[in-house]
Each structure stands twice: as structure tokens, then as C-alpha cells.
């Protein structure tokens, strides 16, 4: 898909991390941008550091009467082309902690809410924008694109909300993308490794260093702009659809 002057991207988690960096990496490429994030401050300060065409709009993605606004403010922009989901959460937990404990329920559905079913509140407000909208040339009309994870592989211990979430994200990917063939809107899931992003920046540099250790190459952590150009790339690509794509660097999760 071309990105012309008119052309908008919807992102979530915009405003730090994959989703800042997949912003700056559209706008950089022609698009306009909506940058869906809970986080205020730190969106208003991206918008404005990017300039015209850019707006900051506050959502719970998993919030059914909040992303509407967002998209709407896309629909301001220009035409919605493009929604990208990043926001996502991902606390630890066991099925049954060292105490004997179960894991806490409403953390497992907080975790399902925000990361699949935000991530599908999503998906169906920008899809339905899309399918509304006019054709371009090679009757294509949009592209969404999630986030998954390698965990929906191989998630580790105390991953197992997370990993849960996260397989949901990669199994609806499919289904979605035939859903949404006759009316020229792909759907592409993305699933990273580990990232130098700003849920890993509160971690020991021992730490990161051998999450690193163990990637096989390159061995270092993902840049945030390497996901952004993988981005770019889905969406200049037509052929690719209804595929889940790793950014990995080889990486096999260990069970820890």
C-alpha cells in the first residue's frame, strides 16, 4: 500500500517504546498519525515534537466508548489506512505462587482485557473506518497490524497470562484477515522478542545483559526502530496478510 499525503495511522501505546517508535517511523514515510496512549503527557510531547499531522488522543484501548473518539480523530486527519496496536501490559504471576497461592483471577482477565481484547476493540473500530472508506488503486483499503510476542510460543514462567493473551492476539490474526478480504483490509501480526523498551528500562543492567546473552544474533536487545521498519515494511507490502511475523533475532524462549 502507498502512502500518500491523506493517508493516517492509528497507534496505540504511541507514545513510548514500539508504538512511539512505529509512529515516527510512519510519519517519516508521509503518513499522518493518531497516537492512542494513556500516558498524557508523554503523547502531547511526541505529537508536538512531530509536528502538524500528528494529534495525541487518551484511550483505554480495551474501553469501548473511548477508542470510537480516537479513530474519529483519525477520520479528521486525513483517511485512516493504517491502525497499529502496541499497548500492552505484562505483570508475573504463576499459576500457583511460592506460597501455595492460585493466581490472582482479576489479574489473568486484567491482562486478557487490555492485551487481547483491547487489541480486538481495536481492530474492529479501525477495520470498520477502513471498510468504509474509499479504495486505492489496487483495492486495497487499510492494514492492521498487533502486536503479539514470542511468549505465545514459548512463554516462560509467570507468563502465563501474558502468554494466554498473546496467543489470543496470533490465533484471531487468520480468521480476522478472511473476515476482512472482500473489502480490501489485511490483517498482519507482529510477535517481537526482547526489546529495549521502556518495560525492561526498570530491570539491572545484569539483567538486560543476559537477556541479550541469550539472543543468537545480533546478541543484543531489539531496537524499538527495527519493529517500526517492520512496520513500514508490512504496509508497503500487499502480499502480506493474515500471517504472523517473529522479530526475533532466532531467540527460543528458555522455560526461564
Known amino acids: 500500500m502507498k502512502i500518500q499525503p491523506d493517508t493516517v495511522a492509528l497507534v496505540t501505546g504511541g507514545a513510548?517504546?514500539?508504538?512511539?517508535?512505529?509512529?515516527?517511523?510512519?510519519?517519516?514515510?508521509?503518513?499522518?498519525a493518531v497516537i492512542v496512549d494513556l500516558n498524557r503527557e508523554r503523547g502531547e510531547a511526541v505529537a508536538a515534537d512531530l509536528g502538524d499531522g500528528v494529534v495525541y488522543a487518551e484511550a483505554n484501548v480495551a474501553d469501548a466508548d473511548q477508542v470510537p473518539a480516537a479513530v474519529a480523530a483519525a477520520g479528521e486527519?486525513?483517511?485512516?489506512?493504517?491502525?497499529v496496536s502496541c499497548a500492552g501490559i505484562g505483570p508475573a504471576a504463576k499459576v500457583v505462587g511460592r506460597d501455595g497461592s492460585p493466581h490472582d483471577l482479576e489479574?489473568?482477565?486484567?491482562?486478557?482485557?487490555?492485551?487481547l481484547i483491547g487489541t480486538f476493540n481495536v481492530l474492529r473500530l479501525s477495520a470498520a473506518a477502513m471498510c468504509a472508506s474509499e479504495p486505492m488503486d489496487d483495492g486495497e483499503r487499510g492494514v492492521v497490524i498487533n502486536t503479539a510476542s514470542v511468549a505465545a510460543y514459548e512463554g516462560q514462567v509467570g507468563q502465563v497470562a501474558y502468554a494466554s493473551s498473546k496467543g489470543g492476539v496470533?490465533?484471531?490474526?487468520?480468521?480476522?484477515?478472511r473476515d476482512l478480504m472482500k473489502n480490501g483490509v489485511r490483517v498482519v501480526t507482529i510477535a517481537p522478542g526482547t526489546f529495549d523498551t521502556p518495560l525492561l528500562?526498570?530491570?539491572p543492567e545484569h539483567v538486560t545483559e543476559a537477556l541479550a546473552a541469550g539472543i543468537p544474533f545480533p546478541r543484543r536487545l531489539g531496537k524499538p526502530a527495527e519493529y517500526g521498519q517492520l512496520v513500514e515494511s508490512i504496509v508497503r507490502n500487499p502480499y502480506i496478510n493474515g500471517e504472523t511475523i517473529r522479530i526475533d533475532g532466532a531467540l527460543r524462549m528458555p522455560p526461564r
Open 16 to 32: 513510548s517504546g514500539l508504538g512511539e517508535a512505529t509512529v515516527r517511523r510512519l510519519v517519516a514515510a508521509g503518513a499522518r
Open 77 to 83: 486527519l486525513g483517511t485512516l489506512r493504517i491502525a
Open 201 to 203: 528500562a526498570g530491570l
Open 170 to 177: 496470533l490465533g484471531m490474526t487468520l480468521p480476522a484477515a
Open 107 to 115: 489479574k489473568f482477565r486484567k491482562v486478557i482485557e487490555v492485551n
